[in-house]
């Protein structure tokens, strides 16, 4: 069965760095593109990231352009969020979600990033 | 600024019918948006109900269906349930980008 395991959340003051990362099993990694998704606390879901199945080709939301850098391994079954810059309005539940179709359709439980001094 | 717009919160009686609905703040969604829909009760992640406008995610029961009704995808639940009070999402996507875009939600009460 298809499962996604985000880790790497935590703590960290405003303009530090956090490395988040997505384990994917149970499909065939390489073969599709990958999202991250953030939910802040009690807000609604917004898209922040998303990877081709090759890694030739990465978007992103313009709240997050320039500051966060999506990438992949596919030798590890491995997708990452490397987020600089970080701001308070960062904090929220980081999901990485298996593309498909233009939409996705596993999503994984989030990983916790706080921004606070 | 594009926005995805959603009904705030809706109800439904148990064993009843519902469509929740997702526009554009300016413009018509049809399937070249390739509109997808998500459930999420508080404290989980989100599940994948349907993606591609109208293609069931694996698992999801038959009376979870979407369609474009008008100007706007929608979402229809027929028999609801009690567990099927959630929170649900639909995701656009925008080929000017690109970029995918959620709307702000739709609270389902079923009573």
């Known amino acids: 069965q298809v499962q996604l395991v985000e880790s790497g959340g935590g703590v960290v003051q405003p303009g530090g760095s956090l490395r988040l990362s997505c384990a994917a099993s149970?499909?065939?990694?390489?073969?599709?593109?990958m999202h991250w998704v953030r939910q802040a606390p009690g807000k609604g879901l917004e898209w922040v990231a998303f990877?081709?199945?090759?890694?030739?080709?990465?978007y992103y939301a313009d709240s997050v352009r320039g500051r966060f850098t999506i990438s992949r391994d596919n030798s590890k079954n491995t997708l990452s969020l490397q987020m600089n810059s970080l701001r308070p309005d960062d904090t929220a539940v980081y999901y990485c979600a298996k593309g498909t179709n233009w939409g996705s359709d596993y999503w994984g439980q989030g990983t916790l990033v706080t921004v606070s001094s | 600024q594009t926005v995805v717009t959603q009904e705030p919160s809706f109800s439904v009686s148990p064993g009843g019918t519902v469509t929740l609905t997702c526009g554009l703040s300016?413009?018509?969604?049809?399937?070249?948006?390739?509109p997808s829909w998500y459930q999420q009760t508080p404290g989980q992640a989100p599940r994948t109900l349907i993606y591609?406008?109208?293609t069931r995610s694996p698992g999801v029961p038959d009376r979870f269906s979407g369609s474009i009704l008008g100007n706007k995808a929608a979402l229809t639940i027929t028999g609801a349930q009690a567990d099927d009070e959630s929170d649900y999402y639909c995701m656009l996507y925008m080929d000017s980008g690109p970029k995918w875009v959620f709307g702000g939600g739709t609270k389902l009460t079923v009573l």
């Open positions: 591609s406008t109208n």
């Open positions: 990877i081709r199945f090759d890694g030739n080709n990465k």
């Open positions: 149970g499909f065939t990694f390489s073969s599709n593109g």
């Open positions: 300016s413009g018509s969604v049809s399937t070249i948006y390739y």
